[in-house]
């Protein structure tokens, strides 16, 4: 019941059909105003998808309108109506698991922000993907290194990806891992300081947060609050920010921080470990290996985490890099290479090889 109330104080505040909305001044650029599809999760049985369009031919072109498009239909029929395909979707649960073994190949990619082209254009590259955007990377592991929201304008394309991905892997033995950045944090929590300026003029034209389509009570919503923040594949561990040395001095497993990280997005539970967890020395937000402002770590420091976790390596995003690059005698990858147009990459781990796929098609070793 909470479900259908929530949907339908959305609706009415857009006025229950499709709907054109006035026009103000935010200047758009050359950006295209669509959206979507947003899932509502009606019930069990039912949801409801927005998708929001520019009007065809809309004046001033710097202040186009735009119309929310509502549609109703049954879950089952989702996953054919999203990708054209009937994939078999597991229901939405916890991630659980976080400790993986006998991974045979694995690709790792650190913040997306959105760039849902430049994703897409290195995974197609390197055949980690289809040229029909399908999953081809067989038995093997992908890992999101976090922060797909935020910056960018295809934010929305690029979780209906990921999800799909996500899917489709499982249905050969494969995996994708979509670990939770500081950037998912905000947007879930209503902090919208670099929300794209796309999403800022849609979310006033509905009148509505942008944080609501993300809701618990949507598709992606819910997906995305089930997620962890830190797994172990093999022995390397892979996160969004870093793990602080105070981390394994307080005796926190791997499933005690995606268990406090998971309850604080899905419970609102702000106990003194949560907040720890999502603060400056979590593993969401922590830049301690690269930021200069930060105190150095001694490879000592190091040593003890990777010791307390049984791990050989640490693979992380959040600080950028100009190149994936291994510090600390190659205990430590920094893999936050900014997606462009022009420039991008991700790490291939296969057969004890670490190679760097780049935008351009090349590979190199690290």
């Known amino acids: 019941m909470r479900k259908k109330i929530s949907y339908i104080a959305f609706l009415s505040i857009l006025g229950l059909a499709s709907i054109y909305f006035v026009s103000f001044d935010i200047s758009p650029d050359s950006i295209q105003y669509k959206d979507g599809p947003h ?119 690029t979780l209906l990806f990921i999800y799909k991905l996500e899917q489709q892997a499982t249905c050969v033995k494969g995996k994708v891992h979509f670990l939770l950045g500081n950037h998912e944090m905000m947007a879930l929590n209503g902090n919208l300081k670099y929300l794209n300026k796309k999403y800022k003029y849609i979310q006033d034209k509905l009148g509505v947060n942008y944080t609501y389509l993300y809701n618990e009570n949507t598709l992606i919503g819910e997906w995305i609050r089930t997620k962890n923040t830190i797994v172990k594949i093999n022995d390397l561990l892979f996160v969004h920010g870093g793990i602080h040395p105070d981390i394994p001095l307080r005796n926190y497993s791997l499933e005690n921080i995606n268990n406090y990280v998971r309850n604080y997005l899905t419970h609102k539970d702000f106990n003194q470990n949560a907040l720890y967890l999502t603060g400056t020395n979590g593993p969401l937000w922590y830049r301690g290996y690269l930021d200069k402002d930060e105190k150095r770590l001694n490879m000592n420091d190091i040593l003890c985490i990777l010791k307390y976790y049984n791990a050989k390596k640490i693979i992380f995003a959040h600080t950028p890099v100009d190149r994936i690059s291994s510090l600390y005698d190659g205990k430590l990858i920094a893999i936050d290479v900014p997606l462009t147009q022009k420039n991008g990459e991700g790490l291939l781990i296969q057969e004890g090889k670490f190679l760097i796929l780049t935008l351009n098609g090349n590979k190199k070793q690290l």
């Not at 509502?70 to 597991?90: H, N, P, Q, S």
């Not at 289809?130 to 890992?143: I, K, M, P, T």
């Open 39 to 157: 899932i509502f999760l009606e019930n069990d049985s039912l949801v409801n998808i927005l998708s929001i369009d520019q009007e065809k031919d809309s004046f001033p072109v710097s202040n186009p309108e735009i119309k929310a498009n509502f549609l109703k239909m049954g879950k089952k029929d989702l996953m054919k109506y999203l990708f054209r395909e009937t994939i078999v979707a597991d229901t939405i649960k916890n991630e659980v698991q976080c400790v993986y073994e006998d991974v045979e190949k694995i690709f790792c990619i650190g913040d997306i922000h959105g760039e849902y082209d430049a994703l897409v254009s290195l995974l197609k590259k390197h055949k980690i993907i289809s040229e029909d955007l399908n999953w081809r990377f067989g038995n093997g592991h992908v890992v999101f290194c976090g922060d797909v929201f935020d910056r960018g304008d295809k934010v929305t394309e």
